[in-house]
């Protein structure tokens, strides 16, 4: 694997992929309106001389998929080309200072995105196609949604191993957080809100109930390894009135050995000690999505490989579990194994000041090319 690797190594352009990534954060390609990235993306692939398929995930919605070797894939390199929507339409694009690269998609996950095709089109170039490891890359669309582009995938292929370039500063997270998602519904009676006394306010309610509720043990921030966030608060908009509704997503990040079920125990006990305790509480708890995490252990030959990669790179080797919610909790409950690593951290993903380190980008590059020599040759045809 050295000589090939070293070959492949040397065949990453970061010139080519610098221009990749900066291409790819001026499309604009929020979740549902990807086509113009993707159809990028497909040129680039094609001119390479691939032959790309078409996913179909809904009408002008599609997956890229391209494969290479003569054997089915045993990894698949995954990325997802939407982003969630900008915070400014005028500025999503791509800006650069200092070696760090800003924009909407940089570090979740369009530089990951871009560091998969230039390890692709450096193996395609550096290795005849006797030599080229049997593995795919797949593009997807809709995962800052909810995952049908993955969703599609899977119909149809369960590789063995998948590499997700979610970013995670280049930690290799072979562990996986599972994610809740709660809607919590309130009701109470609407009035003039100068007659607050003839009414009774949902918000108030919900913010009493929340308050109970953060009280369970579960929920202790200070103690407890569960994410807990309040996203979305929203009330009836009827103007100057006591709100007769109140609605409250929250998101619920659990760490790999706890059951969603456990949780959704918890908010029961909330819920019923809330309808004993708060006035006139009426109020409904409904769970939208639930997905277990999972711990794939650090004795793979994946782990080895990252193992004696970094090393080489003068990187240090880290293995963590990857806190957030990703397809790679879709790619795990179909029965494959997923790898969660790539360029850029989650601390600004989401945020107006997204960025990523270009030199993480090319890193990323690298460790992706390794990963598909180490696991797509024959030799690692066995169950690690």
């Known amino acids: 694997m050295n000589t090939q690797l070293d070959r492949v190594w040397q065949a990453i352009d970061d010139a080519r992929l610098h221009r990749t990534l900066l291409d790819m954060l001026d499309i604009y390609s929020p979740s549902g309106k990807e086509e113009d990235i993707q159809l990028y993306l497909e040129e680039l692939l094609t001119g390479a001389g691939f032959s790309v398929e078409r996913q179909e995930v809904e009408e002008e919605r599609y997956n890229l998929r391209v494969t290479m070797g003569a054997a089915e894939p045993r990894l698949y390199l995954v990325g997802h080309v939407d982003t969630v929507p900008a915070w400014d339409l005028e500025e999503f694009g791509a800006r650069e200072e200092n070696g760090v690269i800003h924009g909407l998609g940089s570090a979740d996950m369009k530089g990951g995105c871009a560091a998969m095709l230039e390890a692709w089109l450096a193996m395609a170039g550096a290795l005849p196609a006797v030599e080229r490891p049997a593995v795919g890359l797949l593009l997807v669309v809709g995962e800052e949604e909810n995952g049908d582009g993955s969703a599609a995938f899977l119909e149809r292929f369960t590789p063995p191993w998948v590499v997700v370039g979610e970013p995670t500063g280049l930690t290799a997270c072979f562990a996986h957080y599972g994610y809740l998602e709660a809607n919590i519904v309130t009701r109470g009676r609407r009035s003039h809100s100068s007659l607050p006394e003839l009414g009774h306010n949902a918000v108030e309610s919900m913010l009493r109930f929340l308050l109970l509720l953060g009280k369970e043990p ?65 109020v409904e708890v409904s769970f939208d999505f639930a997905s277990p995490g999972y711990d794939l252990g650090d004795a793979t030959r994946p782990a080895r490989l990252v193992n004696e990669i970094y090393p080489r790179l003068g990187l240090v080797p880290k293995l963590d579990a990857f806190r957030s919610h990703s397809d790679g909790n879709l790619f795990f409950a179909a029965g494959c194994r997923p790898l969660i690593l790539g360029p850029g951290s989650l601390e600004t993903a989401h945020t107006s000041d997204e960025q990523v380190e270009f030199a993480e980008v090319v890193s990323a590059a690298r460790i992706y090319a390794a990963l598909c020599l180490g696991m797509g040759s024959s030799e690692a045809n066995s169950p690690g």
């Open 218 to 282: 579960l929920f202790d921030r200070e103690r407890s390894e569960i994410v807990y966030s309040i996203r979305e608060m929203t009330s009836a908009r009827a103007g100057f009135v006591v709100p007769d509704r109140c609605e409250t997503w929250i998101d619920l990040h659990l760490p790999p050995g706890m059951a969603p079920a456990t949780v959704q125990e918890a908010i029961q006990r909330a819920l019923a000690a809330g309808r004993l305790t708060i006035p006139e509480l009426d």
